[in-house]
């Protein structure tokens, strides 16, 4: 058996389903990534980090624990509520959470079958640079394909649950020459590519 290490915030937010044990998943403490990726991130954010998540949870928290700042993109609002009430008034000073509802109508379909256009293109209008974007929310495969352009040189892409078959030419989008760290489980594979 592998061993691992508990990487937690010491800020609940969320539940986990059973089968995403510690050994392998991230705890409602952690991102809720695979467990090597968690301590690939671990080992390598820098206080200096700007990062941008679409999808705010626990892991918004932790990476602000971390780094200078967070931007999380986030299409509901009482889940919103839910990580700014668990987070210390302290720590909120560190993150953004941009609430960007979902619409009945537009281009870009979430599995959902709404749209999140405004929600995709937000990177687009702060016109902003970052040290790691992490891919967790909706409409992923618009969502990397808008990112790719925003990773600085030797920064970071996290894509989530990249084994689904629907992200996969989102995906062949990145740079061939980034390299790339695979932490997979049976229920779920973490990307990180590092940007060159």
């Known amino acids: 058996m592998k061993t691992y290490r508990l990487l937690k915030s010491g800020i609940p937010i969320g539940n986990r389903p059973n089968q995403h044990t510690p050994e392998k998943m991230g705890t409602n403490e952690e991102p809720w990534y695979t467990r090597g990726s968690i301590e690939f991130l671990y080992e390598n954010i820098k206080s200096s980090f700007e990062i941008l998540e679409y999808g705010c949870g626990s892991s918004t928290p932790w990476f602000a624990q971390k780094a200078k700042s967070v931007t999380s993109i986030e299409h509901n609002e009482q889940w919103?509520?839910?990580?700014?009430?668990?987070?210390?008034?302290?720590?909120?000073?560190?993150?953004?959470?941009?609430?960007?509802?979902?619409?009945n109508y537009g281009k870009n379909i979430g599995a959902d079958?709404?749209?999140?256009?405004?929600?995709?293109?937000?990177?687009?209008?702060?016109?902003?640079?970052?040290?790691?974007?992490?891919?967790?929310?909706?409409?992923?495969?618009?969502?990397?394909?808008?990112?790719?352009?925003?990773?600085?040189?030797?920064?970071?892409?996290?894509?989530?649950?990249?084994?689904?078959?629907?992200?996969?030419?989102?995906?062949?989008?990145?740079?061939?020459?980034?390299?790339?760290?695979?932490?997979?489980?049976?229920?779920?594979?973490?990307?990180?590519?590092?940007?060159?």
Do not use: Q
């Open 80 to 103: 919103i509520d839910s990580v700014i009430r668990a987070t210390p008034k302290k720590l909120m000073e560190k993150i953004n959470i941009v609430h960007i509802p979902k619409k």
């Open 113 to 196: 079958g709404f749209y999140y256009d405004e929600y995709v293109d937000y990177i687009n209008s702060i016109n902003m640079f970052f040290d790691l974007i992490c891919v967790d929310g909706r409409s992923r495969s618009a969502c990397i394909r808008n990112s790719i352009k925003y990773v600085k040189k030797n920064g970071f892409l996290l894509i989530d649950n990249a084994e689904r078959i629907e992200y996969k030419e989102a995906i062949n989008k990145i740079p061939s020459n980034w390299k790339r760290f695979v932490f997979e489980e049976s229920m779920d594979t973490t990307i990180i590519f590092k940007a060159i």
